[in-house]
């Protein structure tokens, strides 16, 4: 029988989804039904059983029990619990008020963010964007696009900003942050910007749910040279842990055991070669006297 987790507060639809999606193709592979035949019971394709089965898209409840009977789950507990999770899966989150303001292909890594127990990132051009002040925020997002109406940038910043919530709220998941001491010496918006940045590192380093450490520019050639990354862990002990790769147009987001197992290896070897919390907070604050 499947045991479906609901998770707790820090759940989110997203995650729900993926949740669901990965119920269904565990079920489905336990019969040796093929995605062709499953698309075929509920009138879809087989790219659309794919789909449903990565949480890509949203659940229809009648797809959802046409495809328990097909796979055989009768047990009226087990049906229950999964098609609850349809409708927690369909549930919009927060930042769909802002479809606006941020592509779609960001609103599932929002999503992702929200439901997750254990953030790590390695950033090697700009501060993290839990971490950044509404100035720092402000000028990459006027860097990378210069025409930007002041409304519209306003709206992105509200998101960032109800991004940063969730470490202060009490309830949010942990952040473990690895910031290259490039994107400390990079003067984004100039040195009055950069000088309440690196105090907000400061001070972010000493909440409880954060670690701060910075990959000094000393330590030479490190394990992630290959460039920035985040791993997110959920509450749920059925969810896999996600890796988040953003491009300029697009983002990946990984979540087969090998390749997240690769980055997990990398950010380890980040924390233990990087300066330690301490000795982060030393440098931070040296370089906020310089400026």
Do not use: C
Not at 110 to 123: C, D, M
């Amino acid at each position: 029988m499947t045991t479906v987790q609901p998770g707790g507060s820090g759940s989110g639809s997203m995650v729900r989804r993926i949740l669901l999606g990965s119920q269904l193709r565990r079920l489905r592979e336990a019969k040796g039904i093929s995605r062709e035949d499953a698309g075929y019971t509920i009138r879809a394709s087989e790219s659309k059983i794919s789909r449903m089965e990565l949480g890509r898209v949203s659940f229809k409840e009648r797809d959802v029990t046409d495809l328990l009977s097909l796979y055989g789950v009768d047990d009226e507990t087990e049906r229950s619990a999964l098609v609850n999770l349809v409708r927690e899966a369909n549930q919009a989150g927060w930042w769909h008020s802002f479809g606006d303001a941020m592509p779609n292909w960001f609103q599932t890594y929002v999503g992702l963010e929200e439901a997750a127990a254990l953030i790590r990132t390695y950033q090697v051009q700009f501060i993290p964007g839990l971490l950044q002040t509404e100035e720092y925020a402000r000028a990459i997002m006027l860097l990378n696009r210069p025409n930007l109406d002041s409304g519209e940038v306003d709206r992105r910043i509200n998101v960032r900003t109800r991004r940063q919530k969730l470490l202060a709220d009490g309830n949010g998941p942990r952040l473990w942050a690895v910031v290259d001491e490039a994107a400390l010496r990079r003067p984004v918006g100039g040195p009055a910007v950069m000088k309440l940045q690196v105090q907000r590192l400061i001070d972010a380093a000493e909440m409880p749910n954060v670690v701060v450490q910075v990959m000094p520019f000393r330590f030479g050639g490190h394990a992630a040279e290959s460039g920035a990354f985040t791993i997110l862990r959920f509450p749920e002990q059925d969810l896999p842990d996600v890796v988040y790769l953003e491009q300029l147009t697009s983002a990946l987001y990984l979540d087969k055991r090998d390749d997240v197992d690769q980055y997990i290896q990398v950010m380890e070897r980040l924390s233990v070669d990087s300066l330690t919390p301490e000795g982060s907070v030393e440098l931070l604050s040296a370089l906020l006297k310089e400026m």
